[in-house]
């Protein structure tokens, strides 16, 4: 698939084309979460604060696999189970990104809405930077997700508001409607930030060309 400069639109028409290709799969890890999810609450439900830890931990590791998939699909690498294998090995640095990021946003819609979507738009991509590059660690990725959308504020914020608009469609479709949403809007994130890391990016010959 071949990626122009990044867009907000162009990154939704990118995660709805990989979604056709890749919905089963992805969907199905999306429901062994949540199957998995269900029975560790049920087996655990005595005692809250270890039902909580471990659902946390499950969270993160299925997440970063999850994560992994999502950017293989962006790249037109076939998904195998190995893809999900390989994220979760960056699930240290995936849950890091997200814990931060995740309190920075928090903080953020405390003081205002604004500041939230501008947080929730600098450093939105970072778990996906952090299973992609593991590398850089947590922080790193933060770091380096703020420098990625550095002049994109308002088209991340646009991504933001039309990945909304996807999981509000999903919802009035059911609960089918709103798997296929999610991934759809997965999908979309992992584009924008191919997009704004290479230019013009072919994922099908994984050519990139870089913006000037």
Do not use: H
Not at 61 to 90: H, I, P, R, W
């Amino acid at each position: 698939m071949n990626y122009g400069p990044f867009t907000a639109t162009g990154a939704i028409k990118a995660g709805w084309q990989l979604a056709k290709k890749n919905w089963i799969i992805l969907i199905g890890i999306i429901l062994g979460y949540v199957i998995i999810s269900c029975l560790v609450s049920f087996l655990l439900s005595s005692s809250q604060w270890l039902n909580q830890l471990v659902s946390i931990v499950i969270g993160a590791v299925f997440g970063a696999g999850y994560a992994k998939m999502c950017l293989d699909a962006n790249d037109e690498t076939e998904l195998t189970f190995s893809s999900f294998t390989e994220g979760v090995k960056s699930t240290v640095p995936y849950f890091v990104a997200n814990l931060l990021c995740g309190i920075m946003a928090m903080v953020g819609f405390c003081l205002f809405v604004i500041p939230g979507l501008w947080v929730m738009a600098r450093f939105g991509l970072a778990s996906y930077i952090a299973v992609d590059r593991p590398e850089l660690g947590g922080v790193g990725a933060l770091k380096e997700s703020f420098r990625l959308t550095k002049g994109n504020d308002i088209p991340m914020i646009g991504l933001i508001f039309l990945e909304l608009l996807v999981v509000v469609v999903g919802l009035i479709c059911l609960l089918v409607g709103a798997f296929y949403a999610a991934v759809v809007c997965t999908l979309a994130s992992v584009a924008a930030y191919r997009m704004l890391s290479y230019g013009s990016y072919d994922a099908g010959d994984a050519t990139i060309v870089k913006q000037q």
